[in-house]
């Protein structure tokens, strides 16, 4: 229920922004409004305020919105409301209405980013954990538990950031200059090649082919939670309790006991435990779990986090008003370029289609970032609203920027499109629209069964 009312309500507010983008500057430029419909299809709720012209509409198809303008194109129109036809308007206020609804989506999000840059954002402290060999992170010299202050002279406050920018920077094949702090305190400067990054690459975690990760603690091999019945409770083994050595290897880190179980299902492992200063010998056989289609072993325990050390990783990125006012508009902009730019490569074929998202991974996100909390949601809105923006900014027939293209030709040549050329390309909209939809499902399927 919780994803369905946060996608219901990232529908409307998205479509709701985007129709009155076109509803203000249409009646602005002294366009008749007929309809403004929330959905598609069948109308269930139809409200005409007192001495109003305009039909307020819900559809029983929530997926988009539309406003429906007096037109010479979709009916007879009277002589006396000729001069307030759309088709009737200079073409420079034809175009103003059109790319007034991704405006206001690109607006939308502006607002929102405002509102959590003052509020706060949380994020994860831009600390480097350890650099892999033989990348080029290594390469430029950069150090386990650095601070990235800046990149490319932007000041990057967390590590959301720059992942963020460093996306930015593969996607325009460009040098990229970074500024840390080591834990000593001195300031160092490093020049990060991307070369490296192929399109195919941005498909999953890029960073890691940097070698870059975010830094976290050493996480001892000290049990901080058993389950009831599982097979570490059932040899014996305590919360609290260190585990020294497992078959006669000594264990440094909590990972290296997941690796020694997960390796062994079935089998019997041989533990050396530390208990309150204590030494015991424990013999525990991991159950054997079917996982990605093959065997691994599992015993029921969790490790013992110290989250003093967690919590002083995190950090709360707030700006003043118009300080966060310039960082939402930057926000806003960056993230539009990349989506444009990540488009050009799907089209392009150097990035998969796979990237594409439909209906059911949007509602599965809006679910999972109202679960966060309200910053999460918001700026998931804000993410949405921007996508929208930009996908109707496209030169494709049926969408704004289709219509966009028709009027700047208009612009040009001094007279319309001829309404053959209009219909063929809506018609070719409509094709192209169909097999994108059709693209996005079948991976949000796919992500579902696979999941």
């Known amino acids: 229920m919780t994803t369905l009312w946060a996608f219901a309500v990232a529908i409307a507010v998205l479509v709701v922004f985007h129709e009155l983008g076109h509803y203000c500057v249409a009646r602005l430029c002294g366009v008749k409004v007929l309809r403004f419909s929330v959905g598609f299809g069948k109308a269930f709720y139809i409200k005409k305020f007192a001495g109003g012209e ?37 073409v420079w206020q034809r175009m103003a209405v059109v790319v007034a609804g991704p405006v206001a989506n690109l607006l939308l999000a502006i607002v929102l980013y405002w509102a959590l840059f003052m509020h706060g954002v949380p994020g994860l402290k831009p600390i480097l954990g ?51 702090r080591t834990m000593q305190g001195a300031t160092i400067q ?14 999953s ?34 919360e609290g309790d260190r585990v020294v050595q497992v078959d006669g290897r000594v264990l440094g880190q909590w990972q290296d006991f997941v690796e020694a179980v997960r390796s062994h299902p079935g089998n019997v492992l041989h533990l050396e435990i530390d208990r309150a200063g204590s030494s015991l010998a424990l013999e525990v056989t991991p159950d054997a779990v079917s996982e990605a289609g093959k065997q691994v072993g599992k015993v029921g325990a969790a490790a013992f986090v110290d989250q003093h050390e967690y919590d002083a990783l995190l950090t709360e990125v707030r700006y003043a008003p118009v300080a966060a006012l310039n960082q939402a508009v930057r926000k806003t902009w960056e993230t539009a370029s990349v989506s444009l730019k990540m488009m050009e490569k799907m089209v392009s074929g150097e990035i998969s289609m796979k990237n594409l998202s439909g209906p059911i991974s949007i509602a599965d ?48 040549k001094g007279s319309p499109v001829p309404e053959k050329i209009w219909e063929a390309g809506q018609n070719v909209g409509i094709a192209l629209l169909i097999t994108l939809m059709a693209f996005a499902l079948y991976n949000d399927i796919s992500r579902l069964i696979l999941s």
């Open 54 to 90: 305009t039909e307020w509409v819900i559809s029983v198809i929530p997926l988009g919105g539309y406003v429906k303008m007096l037109d010479e194109r979709e009916g007879e129109v009277a002589a006396h409301e000729l001069h307030r036809a759309f088709n009737r308007r200079p």
């Open 130 to 180: 350890e650099v892999a060999p033989h990348t080029p992170a290594a390469a430029a010299q950069l150090q386990k538990q650095e601070t990235i202050l800046s990149i490319n002279r932007v000041a990057m406050p967390s590590w959301q950031e720059v992942r963020w920018a460093l996306l930015d920077l593969a996607l325009r094949d460009t040098e990229v200059h970074i500024e840390g």
């Open 190 to 203: 490093h020049v990060l090649d991307l070369k490296v990054i192929a399109p195919a690459d941005l498909d």
């Open 205 to 238: 975690d890029f960073l890691q082919k940097l070698g870059l990760q975010p830094y976290q603690p050493l996480v001892k091999p000290v049990i901080g939670k058993l389950v009831e019945g599982g097979a570490a409770r059932r040899a014996g083994v305590r």
């Open 365 to 412: 996100y809006a679910g999972q970032s109202a679960q966060m909390g309200v910053a999460a949601y918001l700026g998931f809105l804000a993410l949405i609203s921007i996508s929208l923006g930009v996908l109707n900014l496209l030169p494709i027939p049926l969408l704004d920027g289709g219509h966009l293209l028709y009027y700047t030709v208009e612009l040009v």
